[in-house]
């Protein structure tokens, strides 16, 4: 069984559809001959009982006249006229004893016997005895399930054929093109199947270099979308390195650390060294806010207008220079250098333009022509083509101000400043 099914399975696909279906319709086909020669038989065998039951009778009432008199050459006579017909093998007249008082025919194994009362005067005098011929019945049925069945036969040749011709087109389809991925892949011997051939062919070939990027390399392509960036140049840093005691910096560098941090983390930003006393915040992706241009420079607003109270609480300038700008790429990783590189550029334009800025936020020029920035912010332009961030719209100057009182609550605390 299990060659049988291998060898199947190896067979070219028109045949394999044309043999199924073959298959079906043959067993359909015989499973309706049998259930119509059941009910033929049935009825056949219904109209011959039928037949049997009413020759009986007759023949019961014509022999009672004879039997009356006591003539049993009239009983044999009435036996042999009924002896002459094609249906009746035999015939006899039985007396109450059931002893046999005329007979006719011989009887056969496959005869259907009736029998019937033979009365006389109310009372019953013998038994009128007929077998029936089941050989035409039985002749005529085999020839009505014969003649079915070939017509089953042939009903299931023409499916094949028609099968076999509607399936070759589709198999010489699937032919051509598992012969195309052949010609870009293995071209070794394939199945005689057009499924198993195609299936070959396809398993030939590179199929991880034409899968899609998985989840992992999706998340390294997020570095390959136009990123926003803002640069914090620590201005008030260097002149603290020779003059205030490690411990004390380091509260300082930590408290500008969580301003920054707070600032940036309203809009997704991710903070990162990337100079000796420079800080770049990246914006990339989708936010519910806006675009990565109006993130980047709502969070340099919130760290200008709050640095001025994170002084008062060090008693520590907290001179920052500001500046965003745009990239096409994004910072790069480890797995992925060349975003890093590109980035370069645009890094090294925004810390000139942060190392001279004073107290206001500075744009680069690329960034005039954001559609979403210029609709949410206006723009300044200042001396020798510099452009400077001006005041947002009332709606987006609202969210920022609830979002620096947030952010002050976490900075500003009771204790007393470190002398």
Known sequence: MRALTIAFRSLPLHQQLAATACLCCLISSLALVALAAQSSSHSQANLQSEYGKAVAEQLARRLSA?????????????????????????????????????????????????????MIAGDQAGIAEVALNTAVRDSTQFRFVVSLSGLAILLSIAVYLTTRTLALRVGKNLQAVAAELGAVGDSQKVSTNEIEALRERVAALPLDLLRPPSETQQEGNQHYVETAILFIHFRSLPGYLETVDERRLQRYVAHVHRMI????????????????????????????????????????WLIQQTAPKLEQQLRLSVGLGLAVGDSELGRGDSEDIYPGLYTQAAVDELEALARQSGNEIHLLESLIQDVQLINRVSIKEATAGRYQLGT??????????RQREILLRALITNEQPEE
């Open 66 to 118: 004879e039997m009356a008199t006591g003539d049993r050459l009239g009983i044999a006579g009435e036996l042999n006229k009924l002896a002459e017909q094609q249906s009746i093998v035999a015939a006899r007249a039985l007396d109450v004893d059931k002893r046999e008082l005329a007979a006719v025919g011989k009887q056969q194994s496959s005869s259907l016997i009736f029998q019937a009362p033979i």
């Open 261 to 300: 941090y707070g600032a940036s983390g309203f809009y997704n930003g991710e903070l990162q060294v990337v100079r000796q006393f420079g800080i770049a915040v990246w914006f990339t992706g989708k936010h519910k806010i806006a675009s990565p241009t109006v993130r980047a420079a709502s969070s340099a």
């Open 392 to 401: 947002f719209a009332d709606g987006h100057r609202d969210l920022l101000e």
